[in-house]
């Protein structure tokens, strides 16, 4: 080093000693509670509720919560209902005939009662219904406090002593007169009651004294004179009640007990005022006094004051006058002018390590040296302070000795016990700084920097290879830090801010390439990350490396394969990632623009917000330390959040979820019998199908903090996720449904539901099953008749074409009789005369008449025969058709002996013509055959029968001298063919004719086959 000096306390450091003097005087000052014994402080979260919040004035005169924790709140003007969210003015009403100026009370079985000028009203939460239960003859000018409920009876007393006894089972009423009320108390503050009742005793105080009263007897036990607290008597409490005294300028807090008739001072207040309030159940005990509130300790002088996140008294604007606890112990603290404030019990365990003044805490680098019981903290323009780990400020170092320049530090690194190197910005040397002698000593860096370049005011904090955070990485310098020394390496970095070591690489980001470098041979191998918007922070678990960008959380190997990309799309808070912590189990903490999450192995969020205890929502780049007990640190804009994640919750979450609203069609659904929270069924017409869901949560903490989740079986096939407060709205076919809805901290995907109501939406009358049912049965009915018409008029017509084709077979029948009997016989004549003729003139050369005579006898005989053959049945069977052909062909053979006639092929199976279709098939068959016989000369003629596909073929082929068809208009011989045609085209038949002159013909007979 070039040169080493030391420093001693200058004139400047006197300043900063008597300023740091100063100031942690006056903070430990603020600290310490007014009773002088009480020493433990809890930092609690404070939530303040005023007119701007929604509440109706900014004085509240009492407060209490019904069975569903609904906190009921009155006004000088009116009635207020509190969900923990929102606030509903509550009208007048049946059973509510005034709202001005009222008491409640609420007893052990959840009923709530309301004092008012008019007289008592029941209310029941289930039913949200109200029941007048005391009507007075004459309104009260001041409204009649409740004394409490005693055996079943419900006391209240008005300001001029009349006592009214109300049978809660019987309701029935008594009415006295308290004898020893006095007559000239006018003035409302000087008459309090304690509010309970205990062994049928109770306290109240009139003027300045305090009485013990016989509620049964209706006598005073006994009379404690000149107290102070006029303007609220806290509860009895088994026979002892606390109060307020004066002693020359003193306030005591004293207790008196009416058994042994004895007073003593719990504690001496160092403030005048006369306000106090009190507050116990069997688990905890509370009071307040001139703004600060206390819990009671197991003995006098153990008090813990209750402070604010930022460790300052709960309220320094109003003062309490009353205490208040929900079901779930959340406490509701009633101030004079300032509306009320709420503590939730159930808060996150966090510390806040900071100063006083806006931005005084500025944390840009830590050092956790828990070992000496320090707590370093480098901040931006204001100095070094230094915590022990109860949250005490124990040195604040503003400037360097010798130096002007407020003191901004980049890095603090702990070199030896006591002594710690500091790296401040917008320097070119390190200081190592000895804690216990309080010197500094300049360390110089090598190579030194050049060109006016300097150290930045961020850097990451690294662990080298054998686990010592010895050294930083501040925008492109490596700096290697030791007692004696700092050595300073280059390592580029365009748009990134960390680094890490892994193995024998440093790892950094640069110019939208993750960068490793060999430390030793300086050899390089990128790997690109888009898409980041730059790198603030980098860790490594000696495995994977996890990168905080801009754009959220990378997660790579070490050969550069990005293993998961975590951003607003999968629930993160905020992308841009200051600062990232890894768990040995695995889990990230990170902190962002919006508070710290935790990011499970799971990828499941947990968000810490400043509602929750955190310095700010806005945390600093590389601002994080882990302590070897598993303290985590995180620097922010105002200071340090410190956390154990093992134990970050303070105690198990209770939740209740209840409905708030439901409204049906834009009106809010009204039940005779439950109220909206108390209802588990709703029953709906069709056209009621626009529903709207409000619900929240109820637990000891603040509702607002807790991520809600819903879903409609019969609709969502998952949980959907709510942020905040909102409502849920669906539009509903008829049917039947389960809206179900869950809170917890964190997303579940498998959460089981905390409420759930049934929604039956009925359907049209048309739509209902009895309809569908009796609609169907008609239909049934209505189609029977028809089929049975239509199977009526089918069977009469079938059977009237079964008579008429049963006629006509008759009439073919009689006409093939008389066909055979007349024309038949005659040609059997003509037949028999001709060949008797032929035989007379034996030996003599017939004629050709007498040849054609004789073949025309037979043609008409054997043309009678099948006209016979086919009125004789309905159908006939292909074979039946094929048979007739080749009969014909076997008789024409014994007349032309010369010819060579030939049958191949079968009929098909199963195939069925009609008489008629028969006929022509036969017909359109003998004419061809014919043809070939008497006019083409052959001397062989085929026919041959086969089926295809979708047809039964004949072909007639022969071998004659062929012919040509005559166009139109020519005369032609060919009668015989155009008869063909035409049985062809009647029958529906395709007809095909092939011939040239001199080469013989071929006809060809397709017959469907359908």
Not at 273 to 286: D, H, I, Q, T, V
Not at 444 to 468: M, V
Not at 555 to 583: F, Q, R, T, W
Not at 633 to 656: L, M, T
């Amino acid at each position: 080093m070039d040169h080493i000096f030391t420093i001693f306390c200058s004139v400047a450091c006197k300043k900063t000693t008597f300023n740091l003097q100063k100031f942690g005087t006056i903070l430990l000052l603020s600290l310490l509670p007014h009773f002088g014994n009480a020493q433990m402080i809890e930092r609690v979260n404070i939530f303040s509720y005023n007119v701007n919040e929604g509440l109706l004035q900014s004085h509240v005169n009492d407060i209490a919560f019904d069975k569903y924790n609904f906190a009921w709140l009155s006004f000088e003007n009116g009635i207020q209902k509190f969900d923990g969210a929102n606030f509903t003015n509550i009208p007048l009403q049946a059973g509510l005939p005034d709202d001005k100026n009222v008491r409640f009370l609420s007893d052990s079985s959840g009923k709530m009662y309301f004092s008012h000028p008019l007289g008592v009203s029941e209310y029941d939460a289930y039913t949200n219904t109200f029941t007048k239960i005391l009507k007075y003859d004459q309104p009260q000018s001041i409204t009649p406090h409740f004394l409490g409920v005693y055996q079943d009876i419900l006391y209240v007393c008005t300001n001029e002593g009349n006592l009214y006894a109300i049978h809660l089972t019987e309701k029935n009423i008594q009415h006295f007169n308290l004898p020893f009320w006095p007559k000239n108390i006018q003035n409302n503050s000087n008459i309090s009651f304690a509010g309970n009742i205990i062994n049928g005793q109770t306290v109240l105080k009139i003027a300045n004294n305090i009485y013990l009263i016989d509620i049964l007897k209706r006598v005073i036990l006994h009379t404690i004179p000149n107290t102070l607290s006029y303007y609220y008597i806290p509860q009895f409490q088994y026979s002892k009640i606390r109060y307020l005294v004066s002693k020359g300028s003193q306030i005591l807090l004293t207790e008196y007990d009416f058994i042994t008739k004895k007073e003593k001072v719990i504690n001496e207040s160092k403030s005048t005022s006369l306000r106090f309030a009190e507050f116990y159940n069997k688990e905890k005990k509370y009071f307040s006094h001139a703004n600060r509130f206390y819990e009671y300790g197991n003995k006098p002088g153990t008090e813990i004051e209750y402070v604010n996140l930022q460790n300052t008294i709960i309220d320094d604007q109003a003062e309490i006058y009353k205490i208040s606890i929900d079901h779930f112990g959340n406490i509701y603290l009633l101030t004079v002018n300032s509306g009320f404030r709420v503590i939730f019990t159930n808060h996150y365990n966090l510390k806040y390590f900071g100063v006083p003044g806006f931005r005084e805490a500025f944390t840009t680098s830590l050092c956790i040296d828990k070992k000496e019981n320090r707590i370093l903290v480098g901040t931006f323009t204001n100095g070094l302070l230094i915590f022990d780990s109860s949250q005490k400020l124990v040195k604040h170092i503003k400037i360097l000795p010798g130096q002007k320049k407020a003191l901004s530090i980049t890095a603090i690194v702990k070199v030896n016990d006591d002594e710690y190197i500091i790296l401040p910005s917008s320097d070119t040397k390190g200081y190592l700084y000895n804690y216990k002698t309080s010197r500094f000593t300049t360390v110089n860096i090598t190579p030194p920097f050049h060109n006016d370049i300097k150290i930045n005011y961020y850097g990451n904090k690294l662990i080298s290879k054998n686990g010592e955070p010895a050294w930083v990485y501040i925008n492109e310098y490596l700096f290697q830090v030791n007692q004696k020394s700092i050595k300073k390496y280059y390592y580029p970095s365009k748009g990134g801010m960390a680094g890490v070591f892994l193995g024998k690489y440093f790892i950094r980001f640069s110019n939208n390439n993750i960068v490793f470098s060999d430390t030793s041979s300086q050899v390089e191998k990128e790997f690109p990350l888009l898409n980041t918007g730059g790198v603030r922070c980098m860790k490594t678990d000696g495995t994977y490396i996890y990168i905080g960008s801009n754009k959220g959380v990378f997660k790579m190997d070490s050969l550069g394969n990005v293993l998961y990309h975590i951003g607003k799309n999968e629930g993160l808070p905020d992308e841009s990632i200051y600062a990232l912590h890894i768990e040995k189990n695995g889990d990230l903490w990170c902190s962002t623009n919006k508070g710290i999450f935790q990011l499970n192995t799971a990828h499941k969020i947990l968000q810490i917000s400043r509602e929750d205890g955190l310095q700010e929502n806005e945390f600093n780049t590389g601002a994080v330390e882990a302590a070897a007990d598993g303290e985590l640190f995180f620097g922010g804009v105002n200071g340090v959040s410190s956390f154990y994640p093992s134990q970050v919750y303070a105690k198990e979450d209770k939740i209740e979820v209840i409905f708030t609203d439901i409204k049906v069609n834009n009106k809010s659904y009204a039940s005779d019998t439950a109220a909206i929270w108390a209802t588990k069924k709703i029953k709906l017409s069709y056209k009621e199908s626009s529903l709207a869901f409000d619900f929240i949560a109820r637990f000891n903490g603040n509702p607002s903090f807790l991520l809600y989740q819903h879903r409609m079986e019969g609709v969502d096939n998952a949980w959907i996720q709510s942020k905040e407060l909102q409502t849920v709205r669906y539009f509903l076919q008829p049917g039947k449904y389960k809206f179900q809805v869950y809170a917890s901290r964190l997303f579940d995907p498998k959460a089981k539901p905390l409420n759930e109501i049934i929604i039956i939406i009925s359907p049209p009358f048309w739509e209902t099953w009895w309809f569908i049912s009796l609609l169907i049965l008609t239909s049934l009915g209505i189609l029977f008749v028809i089929i049975s018409r239509h199977q009526k008029n089918k069977y009469n017509k079938k059977l009237a074409v079964l008579e008429q084709e049963n006629k006509l077979q008759q009439e073919r029948d009689k006409i093939s009789k008389d066909l055979h009997d007349s024309i038949g016989a005659y040609a059997n004549v003509v037949l028999y005369k001709t060949e008797i003729l032929q035989k007379e003139n034996e030996g003599i050369k017939s004629s050709s008449t007498v040849n054609d005579l004789k073949y025309a006898s037979r043609d008409i005989i054997t043309s009678l025969r099948e006209n016979i053959w086919a009125l004789k049945k309905n159908s006939f069977t292909a074979d039946e058709c094929l048979l007739r052909m080749k009969n014909f062909v076997l008789n024409l053979s014994r007349y032309y002996p010369d010819i060579q006639f030939k049958i191949t092929g079968e009929a098909p199976e199963d195939k069925q013509l009609h008489y008629q279709n028969a006929l022509h098939a036969v017909r359109i068959i003998q004419e061809a055959i014919t043809n070939a016989v008497k006019h083409a000369k052959a001397t062989k003629v085929l026919l041959n029968s086969y089926a295809v596909a979708d047809a039964w073929i004949f072909t007639v082929s022969d071998n004659g001298q062929g012919f040509q068809e005559a166009g139109p208009g020519e005369d032609t011989e060919a009668y015989g063919i155009e008869n063909m045609k035409y049985r062809a085209s009647e029958a529906g038949f395709h007809l095909k004719l092939s011939s040239l002159p001199g080469e013989g013909s071929t006809i060809t007979l397709s017959i469907p086959i359908l």
